[in-house]
């Protein structure tokens, strides 16, 4: 059973850090890829970064130049750093996955998985 476990949100101050990790699961090798999406109350879901089974990445515009993904496989975890944070990032972010072979990935991607999400809350 493929399961995603997203930590690391929290309360931050505008200007300040956090760093998401999604831990995977259920997954039968390191051939699958990972986005992060977050749905802030009352607006549409919005893809953030996306990193291929082969490490390569893509972001949306808002975020480019402060948010970094990246993954270890050995610990099977993707992380979301995230800088500079801004009211606007405030959301519930999800860690998706797909590996379907070989994965499609991308922050426009339509991923198989999703998991619970973690709240992220920028203060002014």
């Known amino acids: 059973e493929v399961r995603l476990v997203e930590s690391g949100g929290g309360l931050v101050q505008a200007g300040g850090s956090l760093k998401l990790s999604c831990t995977a699961s259920g997954f039968g090798s390191d051939d699958y890829s990972i986005g992060w999406f977050r749905q802030a109350p009352g607006k549409e879901r919005e893809g953030v970064a996306a990193i291929s089974s082969g490490g390569s990445t893509n972001y949306a515009d808002s975020v480019k130049g402060r948010f970094t993904i990246s993954r270890d496989n050995a610990k099977n975890t993707v992380d979301l750093q995230m800088n500079s944070l801004k009211p606007e990032d405030t959301a519930v972010y999800y860690c998706?996955?797909?590996?379907?072979?070989?994965?499609?990935?991308?922050?426009?991607?339509?991923?198989?998985?999703w998991g619970q999400g973690t709240q992220v809350t920028v203060s002014a």
């Open positions: 998706n996955a797909e590996a379907r072979g070989p994965p499609g990935w991308g922050v426009n991607y339509e991923y198989d998985y």
